[in-house]
């Protein structure tokens, strides 16, 4: 890995050993940032802090060895990488405006990518992941990874059938709790479509009859006016001696008739005046029989007024107009339907709700039975890693509870109260001497016994769930002693099954180790290429010793450094 322009790292390689690697070196020199760098790879969160005072951004590249047709391998074929003899290169880029880019096997991918493959290649632990296991929901998880298929089975039914009910609930409490309004609501729609039936209106109806309703209320008036235009064009019977237009334009067409040979311009006219005549005539007809067929009759004009009263009481409630009041009954039949169909969903909803329950507590039983069997099971292999670590007389068990709920599920016989995970409660326990009641860890362990319950818990997920690479940051805080020898040795177990990579303080850690990193600062306080070095022989022993006494050539000191590794190489 090598890191560029991070925190107080210049320019700097770290090669890991594939089996156990410890990073030490004195407090503030870098260590962290080494950690840090396998985090941004990793794809944790990019904080612009840590580039370099100076630096346009901080760079951090990665080889790491991966298996063909394995997941990660998989994974990262899909986004387009490619792979090196099974070697994956990973770089992740952090500017000093916040920007962060990640590449892949030389493509660019979404820095989400890294998190996946994360997941598949890696198992990060430091002083927050203890903290983490403190809570009750992290212990939850963790028993949970252990069980393995005996819970993710039918965890994700039970969680399929969870978001199912929730989203059931959902419906039904708000069809029921607005039953008043929708019966209001269905019965105005009621009375207006009954209302509207009762008048039968139809569509342009209002309009047709304020026309006729302006025709007749004005009848005699327009007879009146048609008889006057009538004489006007075909004459007054009873005025014989009259002139009538009909009569002048007949004259005038018979004139130019009679000279309409001697100028076409004036044949032309003629012609026009023949048609004058001819539409005088045709309107001279209509007015006749207009006249003749008006209806002045006052019982049709009073039912007309009637029924446009009718249909005005419509419009007023309805709709601007019949074609409105028209839409608007359409649109509230639809509606009306919906309403009373909503007692039948509501008959349905709650079918479903109870069908639900009733598997929710089928598959939150076998989950507690699941969780309990693994419990035993995770305890007992977690209480042996412990006697393995100075706590010979400790003992881990954990306790599976359920709390009472009225508004619960049925599990074995009692209301309880479930989530998106079932019904239980799980809570992680140590007993660190005989005689001692079980307590939760956050209340009966020390920081060191916690660090050692950390690591044998980690231990034990490793023959089951296990990936390459294992990273413990100061995991081995609050310890000393033979207890820091034993973690030592512990941790050189795990390395001949998985990479392991340790930051620690703690020389009887460290002499275990297959590889030991060194981070020094130069004199201008930062860390250069050859500020992370790998410590052999010599070098190694009079580092020991600095740990050990805070002298490098304290013959004590490195006497005792001497038999460490002399420790550490028999036991491996």
Do not use: C
Not at 371 to 385: D, L, P, Y
Not at 448 to 467: H, I, K, Q, W, Y
């Amino acid at each position: 890995m090598r890191i560029r322009s991070l925190g107080v790292i210049d320019d700097a390689v770290v090669e890991l050993s594939p089996g156990f690697t410890a990073v030490t070196g004195e407090t503030g020199a870098g260590k962290t940032m080494v950690v840090t760098s396998l985090g941004l790879l990793l794809g944790g969160r990019a904080d612009p802090a840590l580039v370099r005072i100076g630096a346009k951004s901080a760079v951090v590249e990665g080889r790491i060895s991966v298996s063909p047709g394995a997941p990660a391998a998989l994974r990262a074929e899909e986004a387009g990488a490619e792979l090196d003899d099974g070697t994956l290169l990973i770089s992740r880029t952090v500017s000093a405006e916040g920007r962060s880019r990640a590449h892949i096997g030389g493509r660019s991918v979404p820095v989400g990518m890294l998190s996946e493959l994360a997941d598949e290649l890696v198992a990060v632990h430091g002083q927050t992941d203890q903290q983490g296991l403190l809570r009750p929901a992290r212990q939850r998880e963790a028993l949970d990874r252990y069980a393995g298929d005996a819970v993710t089975g039918p965890h994700a039914k039970y969680a399929a059938a969870y978001r199912r009910l929730r989203a059931v609930s959902v419906e039904l409490d708000e069809l029921t709790t607005r039953a008043r309004e929708r019966a209001q609501e269905a019965d105005l729609l009621r009375f207006g479509l009954s209302e509207i039936e009762g008048v039968e209106p139809r569509a342009g109806e209002d309009v047709e009859l304020a026309a006729e309703a302006e025709r007749l209320g004005h009848a005699e008036a327009l007879a009146s006016a048609a008889s006057v235009a009538h004489a006007a064009l075909a004459g007054n019977p009873e005025d014989p001696e009259g002139v009538d237009a009909t009569t002048l334009v007949a004259g005038a067409g018979r004139a130019l008739d009679a000279v309409r040979s001697h100028d076409p311009a004036l044949a032309a006219l003629a012609d026009r005046m023949g048609e004058i005549s001819i539409l005088l005539g045709d309107v001279a007809g209509e007015l006749a029989g207009y006249a003749d067929n008006l209806d002045a009759d006052p019982l049709r004009l009073a039912a007309v007024e009637e029924r446009r009263a009718a249909l005005t009481a419509l419009t007023r409630k309805y709709g601007a107009n019949i074609d409105g009041v028209l839409a608007w009954s359409e649109q509230s039949a639809e509606r009306l339907t919906e309403l009373d169909g909503d007692d039948d969903r509501i008959g349905e909803l709650a079918a479903e709700r109870d069908a639900l329950r009733s598997e929710l507590s089928g598959l939150a039983q076998t989950l507690t039975d699941a969780r309990t069997e693994a419990a035993a099971r995770f305890a007992e292999a977690v209480t042996e890693e412990l006697a393995s670590l100075a706590m010979p007389h400790a003992r881990v068990s954990f306790e599976i509870r359920q709390s009472e709920d009225p508004e619960g599920v049925e599990v074995g016989g009692r209301t309880v109260a479930y989530g998106p995970s079932g019904v239980d409660e799980v809570e992680l326990l140590l007993a660190p001497h005989p005689g001692a009641p079980p307590r939760p860890i956050a209340k009966g362990a020390s920081g060191g016994e916690l660090s050692r319950v950390m690591l044998a818990v980690e231990v034990v997920f490793a023959g089951t769930d296990p990936v390459p690479t294992y990273l413990f940051d100061e995991v081995d805080a609050g310890v000393g002693g033979k207890a820091a020898v034993e973690i030592g040795r512990r941790l050189a177990k795990l390395a001949k099954t998985a990479q392991v990579v340790v930051v620690t303080h703690l020389p009887q850690v460290a002499a275990f180790a297959d590889r030991q990193l060194l981070v020094e600062k130069t004199n201008d306080g930062s860390v250069t290429r050859s500020g992370v070095t790998v410590l052999e022989g010599e070098d190694r022993v009079r580092e020991l010793s600095r740990m050990l006494a805070g002298q490098e050539d304290s013959q004590t000191a490195r006497a005792h450094a001497e038999e460490l590794l002399a420790t550490a190489r028999a036991d491996g």
